[in-house]
């Protein structure tokens, strides 16, 4: 098929067609996987060969399915739109204009390279994080197949999204790139793109180690040790109760650190098999991300949906030296992991060159960043002071004497972390980005293209009134923004009549 | 430094957006302060005297104070301006909230009546953003109209009814 013969929409129809054959297991799998917990608890209850055969009966009705939905999924590119076609007893066709998907999205699963196939997520413009729809099994070619017939067009200046056939009137005249796909030939495959970003194996366990997954899995365990706990007999129980009593005070000691190096263990691997092999691939204007071990999926991202990049340092890696970076995509309100996970980890130090390579035109600030008037730092300090003044009053009223002494405790972290919020907040506008930075407890910086803004606010309290303060913040089109307490207001107010300066034709 | 809309001009809710909420707010509280007193007399010999007069009593100094002094105050408390670039806007008494909407960012524009809101003449604005959207409660239901097509053409979208 030449690009002539699609641009004169003469491509040929094609045949409806269907998934590969190894859907089959696949769909099997994900059926049977729903079914685990209430076969488990057969086979536990009901005796073994009940079980058993409740088991079969079971897998086989999956098998069933499985090809019942393997037959009854059809898909077909016709008319540049991609129909799908599902339902075994209730039919339902959907269909997805090639101007209205953003991106095409794959993952591949274990079983999915048993099969050397993959499984295509649609995603479209203004969508919600979940893709539009999904195909479970094609080959890589069948894929990039598809991605050629969905995104060809008239060279990439070609005409604009409003004259494309079935583009719904509800894209916004801001937004006017939002349905523009962005795909190449095939034969361009994405390896052949240049990596602006891998995440190295050194930097696999430092996520791993600094993240709060941890506690998770610590969690997890312990949950899992009351749910052992409740399956063990009430003997057993007992009975390991009574030799728990009976350790020494070392035995205890190298049993939590057991708990935690397991914990650790289970996070750092769980953390790898996520992230394993990170790769960002910037393919002019999309970037590729590509991870996972086990299951490895590749998500795409139109850098001209990208409205605004989140820097993120917990204290622990700020403390280190590094942070992470997420991505504001526009229309996609509660996000698809990938798409928005843009860094999982990288040196602070790194981030002026290494940002602007991965999402260019936005520059990690050099120079320090505007601060907050003296006379608002202290203001930072009262919500923190007012919620460890309760566990300190507490403390104080209680009849221990040691306790009383405590007391400090909780007024010195929040003085602590209210000094370092006032120190964080800040703000910037250079080169058409707006700068907000601000700690809650992890320092957080949005980097925002400032005509992308959707609306800016100033909010005020009596006491910021007589002060002359108001607290400044932004919203973006991923919904979420960021706010800036105590500034001057009338550094407020300029921010705020600066938003619609360089709005137009944004 | 650079102008905001509500610098140079602020538009109020009409008058009569007062009345309208005045009338909400009846609605709301007639059933209570009923409920109330219902609940106090069958109490009857159960609970005390001061409890009896205090269950009549709260609600209905509160529902007075809500419709003579609460609504005619959320009136004092808006104004909106627009501008050709931007939509300015502030509410709140306590907590007060002024939003700047550039123009080039809004995606369409809702009218609102509901059947209270009719009798009175007056409609809600919705004004939306891929961001979300802001709300002005009340406006004069043609000037709100006209609004939406003010909004509409300086926006250069398709008006949508």
């Known amino acids: ?506 | 430094m650079t102008g905001l809309p509500g610098d140079a001009e602020r538009i109020q809710l009409p008058e009569r957006v007062v009345r309208y909420w005045r009338t909400n707010a009846l609605i709301v509280w007639t059933p209570i302060v009923i409920a109330a007193v219902i609940g106090a007399v069958a109490a009857g010999d159960g609970i005390p005297g001061i409890a009896a007069v205090a269950l009549i009593v709260v609600p209905l100094l509160a529902a007075i104070i809500d419709i003579a002094v609460v609504q005619p105050g959320r009136r004092r408390i808006w104004w909106y301006a627009i501008g050709e670039d931007q939509i300015d806007l502030q509410h709140g008494w306590i907590f007060v909230t002024r939003t700047v909407i550039p123009m080039t960012r809004v995606q369409h524009v809702e009218v609102q009546r509901g059947p209270v809101s009719s009798s009175f003449r007056l409609a809600e604005l919705e004004i939306h953003t891929a961001a979300g959207s802001v709300k002005i409660p009340a406006l004069d239901a043609d000037e709100a109209d006209r609004i939406r097509q003010q909004i509409a053409d300086l926006a250069r979208i398709a008006d949508d009814l």
Not at chain 1, 58 to 64: N, P, S, Y
Not at chain 1, 372 to 384: D, E, K, Q
Not at chain 1, 473 to 494: K, P
């Open chain 1, 1 to 506: 098929m030449t690009s002539d013969e699609v641009l004169a929409g003469r491509e040929p129809a094609g045949e409806p067609r269907h998934l590969h054959p190894g859907a089959v297991l696949i769909e099997a799998v994900r059926a049977a996987r729903g079914a685990v917990f209430g076969l488990i608890a057969v086979l536990a209850s009901a005796g073994l060969v009940v079980g058993l055969a409740i088991a079969a009966v079971v897998l086989l009705g999956c098998a069933v399915f499985a090809y019942l939905y393997w037959r009854s999924t059809t898909y077909v590119v016709r008319d540049r739109s991609l129909h799908l076609r599902t339902g075994i007893v209730a039919k339902r066709e959907q269909v997805v204009p090639a101007s209205r998907i953003s991106a095409l999205d794959t993952s591949r699963g274990i079983l999915q390279r048993i099969f050397g196939v993959v499984a295509v997520q649609v995603q479209t413009a203004g969508g919600s994080g979940k893709a539009e729809l999904e195909l479970r099994a094609v080959t890589f070619a069948e894929a990039e197949r598809l991605r050629h017939e969905l995104g060809h067009r008239a060279g990439s200046a070609g005409p604009p999204a409003g004259s494309a056939a079935g583009v719904a009137a509800a894209v916004p005249a801001g937004e006017a790139v939002g349905g523009k796909p962005t795909f190449r030939a095939p034969g361009a495959l994405a390896d052949d793109a240049p990596v602006v970003f891998r995440l190295t194996p050194r930097q696999i366990v430092i996520t791993a180690l600094t993240s709060p997954s941890i506690a998770v899995v610590g969690a997890a365990l312990a949950g899992a040790g009351g749910i052992a706990q409740d399956a063990l007999s009430r003997d057993t129980t007992e009975a390991l109760a009574d030799r728990a009593t009976q350790l020494s005070a070392s035995a205890v000691v190298v049993l939590a650190i057991l708990f935690v190096v397991v914990a650790t263990v289970i996070s750092v691997v769980g953390t790898a098999l996520l992230y394993g092999g990170f790769t960002i691939t910037r393919d002019d204007d999309r970037l590729r991300i590509r991870r996972g071990i086990l299951t490895e999926r590749v998500g795409t991202v139109p850098l001209d949906r990208v409205h605004g990049v989140r820097v993120i340092e917990s204290p622990l890696r700020q403390l280190l030296g590094f942070a992470s970076v997420e991505a504001e995509v526009a229309g996609y309100a509660g996000q698809a992991e990938v798409s928005r996970m843009l860094v999982p980890l990288v040196r602070t130090a790194d981030l002026p060159w290494v940002l602007p390579q991965i999402v260019p035109g936005y520059a990690w600030p050099d120079a320090p960043l505007e601060p907050v008037p003296a006379r608002a730092r202290r203001r930072y300090l009262t919500a923190p002071l007012l919620t460890a003044a309760v566990p300190a009053i507490a403390l104080l009223l209680a009849p221990i004497g040691a306790a009383k002494l405590l007391a400090i405790l909780p007024l010195s972290l929040a003085v602590v972390l209210g000094l370092a919020a006032a120190r964080a907040a800040g703000w910037h506008r250079a080169d058409g980005i707006l700068t907000l930075r601000w700690r809650t407890f992890a320092r957080r910086t949005l980097l925002a293209s400032e005509h992308r803004l959707q609306f800016a606010d100033a909010v005020t309290n009596p006491l910021q009134r007589r002060a002359s303060l108001a607290t400044f913040g932004v919203r973006l089109s991923s919904r979420r923004g960021a706010r800036v307490r105590h500034l001057d207001e009338e550094v407020v107010h300029d921010l705020l009549a600066r938003t619609a300066e360089v709005g137009v034709g944004g």
